[in-house]
């Protein structure tokens, strides 16, 4: 390993470096818009609350806040303030560490009311606060495969206007992916756990999981692919002016490890490897199959042979029995 990788990464002040959503958050998120927005094309919102430590967010807990937005005009909607501050008085009371890191939406994509509730929750930061609230979309269909989470951070961008109307440059925001991923503390796994223990369904076999576990990913790599034609589209046509230099380095480095499928020998090699892998599921499936048919003509016949043995047993002729419980024994002498 060399120096520079034993060297902790230097996060700069006031940036966020990652987020970090705990399994509470999304439970709550998804109880808010089943309670409030289920069946319509509203959203919710609601602040995170959390921890930050070297521009690392740790979303732990939130709460839902009363909004409502108008879907003809973009520009209205409406955030109770008093509410909002309330519950943070309350929650401060509970625990002290949790602050406000920032707030979620049910999206599932950015609204342009987004900029200017950042811009509101800001004020509620306690004071000294260096690092800016965050903005995370959970998205609450149950359809979605990948990750529910995409975390975004604001950025100023300067853009220079035209030399005709004035040299003055106008600083102008937007959103900015963060890395999220989901994580959680050992009690919350234990919760998590004992929620997913009644979920499993155990008449699912290997096989057919295995086949949903391929279908789903390669429906997000599809979604994937297409979000980075449509950015590579957009910067073609001009409508993005300043492309992401880090973003067009990773879709030359993922083309990069691509194999290269114009030589005959390499494919060949994957269909065999491909073709084996898939012979050894299905020979595994089919035996199983014979062992549980095999293990249900045993049961069969092991049924039928305990239910003759009791039919027999019915069917012998019964003891009479005298007073007293004793039987009743027949004297010789009678039949003479």
């Given at each position: 390993m060399s120096d520079e990788d034993k060297t902790p990464k230097v996060v700069p002040l006031g940036d966020v470096e990652d987020v970090t959503i705990h399994p509470l958050v999304l439970l709550s998120a998804a109880d808010h818009y089943h309670r409030v927005a289920k069946g319509t094309r509203k959203r919710v919102v609601g602040a995170l609350l959390g921890t930050v430590s070297r521009g690392r967010v740790d979303a732990t807990n939130s709460f839902a806040v009363p909004f409502e937005e108008d879907n003809k005009n973009p520009n209205v909607f409406y955030l109770d303030?008093?509410?909002?501050?309330?519950?943070?008085?309350?929650?401060?009371?509970?625990?002290?560490?949790?602050?406000?890191?920032g707030f979620y939406s049910t999206g599932p994509q950015i609204r342009p009311n987004d900029l200017r509730i950042h811009s509101m929750l800001t004020r509620f930061l306690p004071k000294g606060t260096i690092t800016p609230p965050v903005f995370c979309v959970i998205d609450v269909r149950p359809d979605r495969k990948s990750i529910p989470t995409t975390a975004y951070k604001v950025v100023e961008e300067v853009e220079e206007k035209n030399k005709s109307s004035s040299n003055k440059a106008e600083v102008k925001k937007s959103f900015a992916h963060v890395p999220?991923?989901?994580?959680?503390?050992?009690?919350?796994?234990?919760?998590?756990?004992?929620?997913?223990r009644d979920i499993n369904d155990p008449t699912i076999s290997t096989v057919s999981s295995l086949i949903n576990g391929k279908m789903s990913g390669l429906t997000s790599l599809t979604d994937k692919l297409n979000e980075m034609k449509h950015y590579l589209g957009c910067v073609v046509e001009g409508k993005i002016q300043k492309p992401n230099q880090e973003i067009i380095a990773n879709m030359q480095g993922i083309l990069n490890l691509l194999p290269n499928l114009n030589v005959e020998e390499l494919v060949r090699a994957m269909l065999v490897k491909t073709n084996d892998l898939h012979m050894?599921?299905?020979?595994?499936?089919?035996?199983?199959?014979?062992?549980?048919?095999?293990?249900l003509v045993n049961?069969?016949?092991?049924?039928?042979?305990?239910m003759n043995f009791e039919k027999d047993g019915n069917t012998a002729a019964p003891v009479t029995s005298g007073s007293g419980g004793e039987e009743k024994k027949e004297d010789p002498t009678d039949k003479a």
């Open positions: 303030h008093n509410y909002l501050e309330n519950m943070l008085v309350m929650f401060r009371k509970v625990n002290a560490k949790e602050r406000i890191v999220s991923s989901i994580g959680a503390m050992e009690a919350e796994e234990i919760g998590v756990e004992h929620l997913l050894v599921i299905y020979l595994s499936s089919l035996i199983r199959s014979v062992i549980a048919l095999h293990d049961n069969k016949i092991r049924y039928n042979e305990q």
